[in-house]
């Protein structure tokens, strides 16, 4: 599996864009990226996956670029409840497994 | 929208006693995961589990620990004899293959005394 390093912590306010770059060096031909989230007490939950370029959904985009070699999650016009751990993973087809670092730390403020 | 549910949300026990906590994952999917969550740490995996067998598991996954489908719908975890370093917070997951998106539940606390 490939080894994620991201950000420990990150400070936003209200209606601000937030971006989270993870770096996966050694990550595989049939690697996927996908990012998770969660909340104090709460199960990790699935924000959003990509395998290159840019993929967008109602919660998040995520930017990959030609290398592959980083990822950024953004999250456009946080909100406090958006205050969470964010997880990137990088996996392939054949890992049964999910293994979650330390995750980036969000706080966004009023 | 579907989702993983997982009994008790709390269980507090007595070392050497044993526990089984127990999941009901969403009715399409295939693949069956435990992981657990230390105060403070990050999220470990225990276990896979497919086509009623084991498909994976880490070192943390000893003899102490079982996995069993009973039926079709349940999951469960059984710890055989539980230890005081085995109080973390206990998530199954489910997923409907390898790569795909695994959907947790919302766990289950366990405190060992």
């Known amino acids: 599996l490939a080894k994620t390093t991201q950000p420990i912590s990150m400070d936003s306010y209200e209606g601000q864009e937030v971006n989270i770059t993870c770096s996966h060096n050694?990550?595989?031909?049939?690697?996927?990226i996908t990012w998770y989230q969660q909340f104090p007490s709460q199960g990790p939950r699935f924000i959003i996956q990509g395998y290159k370029t840019k993929v967008t959904n109602e919660v998040a985009s995520l930017f990959i670029p030609a290398d592959r070699k980083s990822s950024t999650l953004s999250l456009p016009r946080v909100s406090l409840s958006d205050t969470a751990v964010y997880y990137c993973l990088v996996g392939g087809t054949n890992d049964y497994k999910l293994s979650f670092g330390a995750g980036t730390t969000v706080t966004v403020r009023a | 929208e579907p989702e993983v549910t997982q009994t008790p949300s709390h269980q507090v026990t007595q070392m050497g006693q044993e526990v089984i906590l127990r999941c009901v994952p969403i009715?399409?999917?295939?693949?069956f995961y435990w992981y657990r969550q230390i105060l403070g740490q990050k999220v470990e995996f225990l276990v896979s589990?497919?086509?009623?067998?084991?498909?994976?598991k880490s070192e943390i996954f000893d003899d102490q620990f079982s996995v069993e489908r009973p039926d079709g719908s349940n999951f469960t975890l059984k710890i055989r004899s539980t230890k005081l370093e085995d109080s973390a917070m206990y998530f199954c997951a489910s997923g409907q293959g390898e790569k795909e998106t695994q959907y947790f539940g919302p766990g289950t606390r366990l405190l060992v005394l």
């Open positions: 009715s399409n999917h295939l693949y």
């Open positions: 050694n990550i595989a031909t049939n690697d996927y």
């Open positions: 589990f497919y086509n009623n067998e084991i498909s994976e």
